[in-house]
């Protein structure tokens, strides 16, 4: 999401505008799950950069390089998988920790999956729209000289948005599908103790794996086979 920076400063108005804005802007990087809550949240790059140069400086992936995030363990289509991964478009690698649509499916499986992938993409759009109707200040330009200040503004509206989503959530009733078999997905303990010393091979080694091709074509395609066989007869009719 772009928020229009209205008091940048002169000399910093080329490297904060993209040319589809056309205005100054700061991007905010954002997971967000199905019930709209902001999990990841990363504020203040400037508006000139798309989203592979967000990525790149993101801390997105830190705590699973550093070994402190939980292990994931799931099964789709009969095979084991212990990387988690978030929808993403088109733009994003072809990462095991990313799941994208299928562009131009031709085939009628390839045209499900695309269909129920984009649609839950559509979760995090939905978040932006439910942040910016909330606060109407992340809605109109910033106008802090500031930019620390503008990025203080940004994170204390997400912390106030999840503090609202957590306030709701025992109103709200949402169907959370674990491929709907006991125990195919859960989170495990940390790989590693917090704050021991970091080997820099285990870095390597786990950001091969976040950034592994092969799965991420292997999961695709075990994906594209799950939905089916889930929602072939309501996508007939």
Not at 1 to 19: D, I, N, S, V
Not at 139 to 160: Q, Y
Request: aromatic residues 10%.
């Amino acid at each position: 999401m772009h928020w229009r920076w209205e008091k940048c400063p002169l000399a910093w108005r080329g490297q904060f505008t993209r040319g589809d804005y056309g205005v100054p802007t700061m991007i905010l990087e954002a997971v967000a799950s199905q019930d709209l809550r902001i999990w990841h949240a990363f504020f203040g790059v400037a508006g000139s950069n798309n989203d592979l140069n967000v990525l790149n400086q993101s801390p997105l992936f830190f705590d699973a390089l550093k070994g402190e995030a939980p292990q994931v363990q799931f099964s789709v289509n009969g095979n084991e998988y212990t990387t988690g991964y978030y929808l993403a478009d088109g733009i994003y690698p072809e990462w095991a920790a990313f799941m994208k649509t299928i562009p131009l499916p031709q085939i009628e499986k390839h045209k499900l999956f695309a269909q129920k992938q984009e649609g839950a993409r559509k979760d995090v759009e939905r978040a932006f729209g439910v942040l910016q109707f909330r606060f109407t200040i992340v809605r109109r330009p910033a106008r802090l000289w500031k930019r620390k200040s503008v990025g203080r503004i940004m994170r204390a509206c997400v912390i106030l948005h999840n503090m609202i989503i957590e306030d709701e959530r025992e109103q709200a009733k949402i169907h959370i599908d674990l491929n709907e078999i006991p125990g195919a997905s859960f989170a495990l303990p940390p790989e590693v103790n917090v704050g021991g010393n970091l080997c820099f091979a285990d870095v390597l080694r786990r950001k091969a794996t976040i950034r592994a091709r092969p799965q991420h074509a292997q999961l695709k395609s075990d994906l594209v086979e799950h939905i089916w066989h889930k929602f072939q007869n309501s996508h007939h009719n």
